[in-house]
């Protein structure tokens, strides 16, 4: 049984966790505690999925680009990306991905080789990786020759956001605020508490992983009945109703637009997001526990309507 403070001031930290006036909440992202440990900083940042979906074969050397409105880090080899496809090339294809900042200006950031007539998710992943600034975007290059073949192929880009998780205190007691003294150097872990230092219990839970963000855009209208391919990278849980995921479109629809998302192999749907004429969009559906190496797949209508265009959803998962 962890023995938390019965009255804890504001920001006041215990463990790995921190008060914010209403709960005990994850310490992090502001620096540590200056406590000697280099403790404060959160477990990991955030990391977010960026998918490229092509509904049937991908044209030629036309750009597909996500902009960005938080910094990320693309590692190196995209470690950590994936492709699923339903039909395999006839010969090699080489999809790129670049980074373009405001200014138009354009730097690779790696490449994904997919062998002829190979298998859904086979691929070879290179490249340098890159930082990504608030206003870059993130773009995916098809291959300059269109394939006879390729067709309803997913491509995910695992980055990294910047901006969270970062480190505590630097483990020498200067992570406190100006003023404040060190800690006693020893094997004990201290907090904050009464303008002084307390030894706190070692036995604390760790923060819970940061989630995973899946972004996925469809430019133009969605073709009726297009399906979209979106592989997994690491074990994941979508929840019911798809609670945290969020959606959007450029024009709204002529009448309700329902897309459903289902887990390969499975029959029972995942969840399903629907535009409304009214602007409205609803989210739902029983959820799923994935694998590394599941595939989502994201349905458009049967029917094709007639405005509705420019969609865009990011679905919410948690780390199984």
């Not at 960005?68 to 010969?91: I, K, R, W």
């Amino acid at each position: 049984m962890l023995d938390y403070p019965d009255a804890p001031a504001l920001d006041e930290v215990f463990g790995n966790w921190k008060w914010d006036g209403v709960k005990w909440v994850a310490a992090g992202g502001s620096g540590g505690s200056g406590d000697g440990s280099g403790g404060g900083g959160s477990s990991a940042p955030t990391t977010v999925a960026f998918t490229f979906a092509f509904g049937d074969k991908p044209p030629a050397e036309v750009m597909n680009m996500v902009p960005l409105s938080f910094p990320v880090s693309v590692p190196a080899n995209l470690a950590g990306s994936t492709v699923f496809h339903n039909m395999p090339p006839t010969a090699e294809a080489v999809f790129t991905i670049f980074k373009q900042t405001a200014t138009m200006g354009t730097t690779e950031l790696g490449t994904i080789t997919l062998p002829a007539m190979g298998e859904p998710n086979e691929c070879t992943l290179a490249g340098t990786g890159g930082e990504l600034a608030v206003g870059d975007a993130l773009v995916l290059w098809p291959p300059p020759v269109q394939d006879a073949t390729l067709a309803m192929i997913g491509v995910t880009i695992l980055a990294n956001r910047t901006d969270t998780g970062s480190g505590g205190g630097s483990g020498d007691g200067s992570g406190g605020a100006a003023g404040i003294p060190e800690a006693p150097v020893d094997t004990k872990q201290y907090g904050r508490q009464d303008a002084d230092w307390t030894e706190i219990a070692a036995d604390l839970p760790a923060p819970p992983p940061p989630p995973v963000m899946i972004a996925f855009t469809i430019v133009g209208l969605p073709p009726a009945g297009a399906v979209y391919n979106l592989p997994i990278t690491t074990p994941l849980t979508i929840p019911a109703n798809l609670a945290g995921t969020a959606a959007a479109r450029a024009v709204v629809p002529t009448g309700q637009a329902d897309f459903v998302l289902n887990k390969a192999g499975d029959p029972t749907p995942v969840g399903t997001v629907s535009f409304l004429p009214d602007g409205g969009i609803t989210l739902a559906g029983a959820g799923a526990t994935l694998a590394a190496n599941d595939v989502l797949i994201f349905v458009a209508p049967a029917v094709q309507d007639a405005t509705l265009s420019g969609v865009g959803v990011t679905f919410y998962a948690e780390r199984a």
